[in-house]
């Protein structure tokens, strides 16, 4: 009963891209749809997105940085730039905004490509301003 959305977040905390999944789902399967499109050089994201074949090894083959925390389940360490990573907050943040309109946080929608519609045209709004 609930929805998750995946977002991409540019350098300045805007939206470029969306994927709606349902609220149980795990955060690679947003990853899956969104990072094969990514346009930027790096991506910081956070724990979840710890894994070797679905996002760190993609995005090496593509020539990209991953900025993502080992998981404390991890075999191998893997050392990532903290000071990078103190730039996560944009995609909070965007959400936070995104969270101020009462139709997004309740989910007044019922089907999912009008909740996703509302979801673009609050992102357009928060991008004019």
Request: hydrophobic content about 45%; proline content about 4%.
């Given at each position: ?5 995946h977002t991409l ?121």
């Open positions: 009963m609930s929805t998750k959305i977040v540019d350098a300045l905390g805007n939206p470029v891209a969306f994927f709606l999944t349902g609220g149980e789902a795990h955060d690679l399967v947003g990853a899956d749809h969104l990072l094969p499109d990514m346009q930027a050089d790096m991506l910081i994201a956070d724990k979840a997105f710890d894994a070797d074949e679905r996002v760190l090894e993609p995005l090496a083959a593509a020539g990209k940085k991953a900025v993502i925390p080992p998981k404390a389940n991890r075999r191998e360490r893997r050392r990532f730039d903290r000071h990078i990573y103190k730039a996560r907050h944009l995609i909070e943040n965007f959400f936070a905004k995104l969270k101020q309109f009462r139709a997004i946080a309740t989910r007044y929608d019922k089907t999912t490509r009008n909740f996703l519609a509302a979801v673009y045209l609050t992102a357009s709004v928060i991008w004019l301003t």
